[in-house]
């Protein structure tokens, strides 16, 4: 079983500064997903980027990056220029990859809430 | 991206009831969904796997009979709560498998028993 463990629960950054939030997991599987997915506090939850782990290229969406590490089994999330619309709940998620195309059960960590302070 | 709609976004209702969630999937068809449950501050729990023209599979320690789940349409499934009772108060979330698009979720309903 996959197992996904953020350590940081909450955090605060000022705004227009740069927070990285951390993310490790624990998995026998080499070919996988790895998703961090925002909950505002509407509690729509919003996918911010995902990553395939076959890649070796970080993934960049805007102001967020990651950091994959795949050997050390950690997944960190970069924001920066943070924005007070980026006051959230952030999860980190796992998800096996499917050899059909099909649909595997995604894992996801206890969540890190963060604020934005202007 | 896809848009799933879920219905109610919350309700109220008395403890004895039961209560029926609709999460519906408006631009694509959607085989599999997923429900999740969510209590404060806390991570989503997957309940279920609704599989459409076929029973949902449910995770250990959730009881099918006390969340019925159908998904008789490519974008229709609903979670019926049956006979609430005040633990069973929580945040109810849905989401959609799109093979090519990966997991869009619903906005979540907020049930409270009381």
């Known amino acids: 079983a996959q197992t996904v463990t953020q350590s940081q629960p909450e955090m605060s950054v000022q705004e227009a500064e740069t927070v990285t939030l951390s993310c490790t997991y624990d998995t026998s599987e080499s070919n996988y997903y790895l998703f961090w997915y925002k909950q505002p506090p509407s509690r729509q939850m919003i996918l911010v980027i995902r990553?395939?782990?076959?890649?070796?290229q970080n993934a960049t969406e805007n102001r967020f990056s990651v950091n994959f590490q795949k050997a050390a089994k950690s997944f960190s999330l970069k924001i920066s220029d943070s924005q007070l619309g980026d006051t959230a709940m952030y999860f980190c998620?796992?998800?096996?990859?499917?050899?059909?195309?099909?649909?595997?059960?995604?894992?996801f960590g206890t969540g890190t809430k963060l604020q934005v302070i202007p | 991206g896809a848009v799933v709609s879920q219905h109610p976004s919350w309700v109220i209702c008395k403890s004895g009831t039961s209560v029926k969630i609709e999460c519906r999937s408006l631009?694509?068809?959607?085989?599999?969904m997923f429900w999740y449950r969510q209590f404060p501050k806390q991570s989503l729990m997957l309940m279920a796997t609704s599989n459409e023209g076929s029973k949902a599979t449910y995770e250990q320690g959730v009881e099918k009979d006390k969340f019925l789940i159908n998904h008789a349409s490519l974008t229709l499934s609903t979670l019926t709560v049956t006979s609430a009772h005040p633990e069973d108060s929580s945040f109810y979330i849905c989401?959609?498998?799109?093979?090519?698009?990966?997991?869009?979720f619903g906005s979540g309903t907020r049930l409270t028993v009381v």
């Open positions: 631009d694509f068809q959607a085989t599999t």
């Open positions: 990553q395939e782990a076959y890649k070796q």
């Open positions: 998620a796992f998800m096996k990859h499917a050899t059909s195309g099909g649909y595997q059960k995604v894992t």
């Open positions: 989401s959609v498998w799109g093979t090519g698009r990966g997991y869009t």
